[in-house]
């Protein structure tokens, strides 16, 4: 089977794929706000008929919430399952667009053409990149290169309540050799990326009690312990002066980064200047003998995300608080377990508590990481097709972030998942004026002929 | 004149006097806080019309902040002026409290009858038995033993900005022979005490700024330096191991306690556990090599008084927040120069603010300690007017919180002050459910009627 007639054929094709996705796009399929539910089960039906248009036996799949949309087409290679979501983010404040966000359009830029609309980047550009891939290795051969479910979901922006439910109701029916996420994107808006490694997450939220009644600074002050003053030691504890977490253990399970990873990170010539320059910082904060993609992908964190205790209104207040109280975050990596790790911070909490102070805990779930096992020689035959559409050589890359249905594919079903996609930084996903760049619509459906086309081997 | 009369004349006549300390305690006159203006103009006006039912020459005078209640009457001893505070500290938090703050009420407990609500003791209980005092001894004679001169002020709990302009500009009218003032205790709610070393107060009220915006951990965790990290490492640095106070120059200006003074203090044979252990702790937290009763008088602190930063809402927000602040008050002595410590603290904090990071004060005054000559033969009058109303006899004591007014009228009047209260440690002043003991405000009016007779002498 020629993958070159196949290109050719997206080439020529391009003015229609874009006519659809512009259709799609009109639709406002907001999945958190109630005025949009039909909207949502439109952009599904849209959706199922498009995919049977390919002959995909599709059908829209009711749930609590927004309904899935699921299809399956036979194919001699290996069962692949690939997921978007049609669901798409608020629009406001709709004072800041520039154009109607529903009313899709294509704009010149000085940086190319592009897509502009809401959903063009989150997520539908993405996912249809897939399907005019699918569709144009069918009008050429008249059959798929793959066995494919397509899986389509319509709550992704309002937190995935019926995922989980729908997956593990059928499981049977979406399990498959391997799984393809199309969410993410180019990696500093250039190079292609497979995302591999997505940071775990454990949250401590806690109060800490000394005094069992506020004070006067005024009497107590100087003999009574202030429990701000010992959740400050306790907090300025957790890291050393090179940035390193100090519990102990803590690094028992973060592997080191496998050579020839490490060597494709450093040929990312990743900007971190630019990265923290753009929020205000200068230098990284992280552990100081790492580089900062390290510290943002592969290596563990802690972080205090909230801080109170005493007096916080207007004025002031020689208050001896009673107590004080923190929420933190851990990101996790590689085999580390949130168990562990909550314990060794609850021991060193406890302590470092003075006699007669109590801690009582919030507790959080926490949610290990996940990392890819990349010995699944479809990474690398994905790596090198990417690799082959685009001008610079595609990178296996981490996330700092939590992307929930990779772990899904991999705890639920047993299935280990590829994040591939083509948005690119300046998107604007989430915010007013979002854009999906032509060159990503058009490279991104060659991508995935030529990913289907190597997995197909 | 007979002084036995007076008293009886002040037990027949306590429930009258209690109902008018009641009507003063409905009023919440929360300076602090400017939705509790109008209240604290309700308070003064209360004032005045209370004074002028003893014809003493009163009126409420505005200030850019709360109103000053001052007032004057005739009499042949020398001129003595009487200084208390109207206006209260706010009552949060409220769920904490088992009654209404602002319904105060007479209970009964295991201890005695107390007087239950906000500013009860702190201070228009204390600064009513001297009103009572008058009233008896008016009713009684006719006339007072002193010439006396009332000034009230309703901005003690929120820093006193008008004071000292006000006592500046009205210096000849406030110029006395010595000044009394109504704000203190009795030592372990048993002893009648005389303050004459009070401890001056520093505040700090920031903010740092990191990154420019609130940042997502996921995206910036591990490479984005935490203000709340940056502001738990500075405050954690401010006490070493020992629970000394870590700024340079702390110390230099701290005065070694007289030999004298020190052997009356082990004499008082401070129970430190029970002054502890009444509030749920065990160990001191301050130097460790200065006694309980130093640490409280005559060892300068520092203690945050509020801190705040990210998310501190229900559940879970991963966020690296763009800003953290504090609220932090040193306790000075001896000639310890606020401003100097100002200077000590700021380049401190800035020393170790990482490059990028900014810091924005609001500034708060500071006032000096103070220490009182007690060679004046008045303070000898009253020791031993106190000594004859209650059981034990009457002490020189230090007080750890500040009553800067009494450092004012030295500084800017002349004027010795006298600092004699009747509050009780267990007053949860500045706390829910604060209260006054019956006994106090009893034995309160009938200690100033002794100490009036003594120092018309």
Known sequence: MSLD????RIDNNLPEALDRLLELLRIPSISTDPAFKDDCQTAADWL????QSLD????KRQ?????MVVGHVDGDGPHILFYGHYDVQPVDPLDLWDSAPFEPAIEDTPNGKVIRGRGSSDDKGQLMTFVEACRAWKAEHGTLPCRITFFFEGEEESGSPSLVPFMQENAAELTSDIALICDTGLFESAVPAITTMLRGL??????????DRDLHSGMYGGIAMNPIRVLNKILAGLHDDTGAVTLPGFYDDVPELPDEIRAQWQGLNFNHGKYLGDVGLSNPAGEQDRTPLEQIWSRPTCDVNGIWGGYTGDGFKTVLPSQASAKLSFRLVGQQDPDKIRNAFRTYLENNLPEGFSVEYRTEKGA???QMSIEDPAFEKARQALSDEWPRP????????????AGYFKELL???????GFGRDDDQIHSPNEKYDLESFHKGIRSWARILEALSK
């Open 202 to 211: 454990l949250g401590e939220d806690f109060t800490i009690t000394g005094p």
């Open 394 to 405: 595609a990178a296996y890359v981490g996330c700092g972030g939590s992307i929930p249905i």
């Open 48 to 51: 199922v008929a498009d995919l």
């Open 414 to 420: 047993g299935v280990d998942a590829m994040l591939i």
């Open 63 to 67: 749930t609590p919430g927004h309904p």
């Open 56 to 59: 995909v036996k599709a059908e």
């Open 5 to 8: 007639s196949v290109l050719a």
């Open 368 to 370: 290990p990481a996940s």
